[in-house]
Nanobody
Framework: QVKLVESGGDSVQAGGSLRLSCAASGYTFRTGCMGWFRQAPGKEREGVAGIQSGTGRTIYHDSVKGRFTISRNNAADTVYLQMNSLKPEDTAMYYC???????????????????WGQGTQVTVST
């Protein structure tokens, strides 16, 4: 079955960097869309970045453009989220998700993704 396992979450100071990883298994990695989402306490889950695994095309939430970079390694079935210039408002649980098949790769709505990881916590302090 499809399995997504995130890692890399941590506590950092504002301005710092983190790299999240998501290891995927149970399907042909390059056929899916992958996305990173986050959810802060009391807030709805929101899409942060998405990537079409086959082509590498990417899309970002406006709030992270220029600071976050999503990438993938098809040989390792892994997607990454490089987060630079972190802000306190980036504090949230971060989730990796997959959409199979990869239709409308540019859509970052959480409801369109059908497989989810367990999440990894990112905390940014002032």
């Amino acid at each position: 079955q499809v399995k997504l396992v995130e890692s890399g979450g941590d506590s950092v100071q504002a301005g710092g960097s983190l790299r999240l990883s998501c290891a995927a298994s149970g399907y042909t990695f390059r056929t899916g869309c992958m996305g990173w989402f986050r959810q802060a306490p009391g807030k709805e889950r929101e899409g942060v970045a998405g990537i079409q695994s086959g082509t590498g095309r990417t899309i970002y939430h406006d709030s992270v453009k220029g600071r976050f970079t999503i990438s993938r390694n098809n040989a390792a079935d892994t997607v990454y989220l490089q987060m630079n210039s972190l802000k306190p408002e980036d504090t949230a649980m971060y989730y990796c998700a997959a959409r199979l098949p990869c239709n409308n790769w540019y859509v970052l709505a959480p409801s369109t993704y059908n497989y989810w990881g367990q999440g990894t916590q990112v905390t940014v302090s002032t």
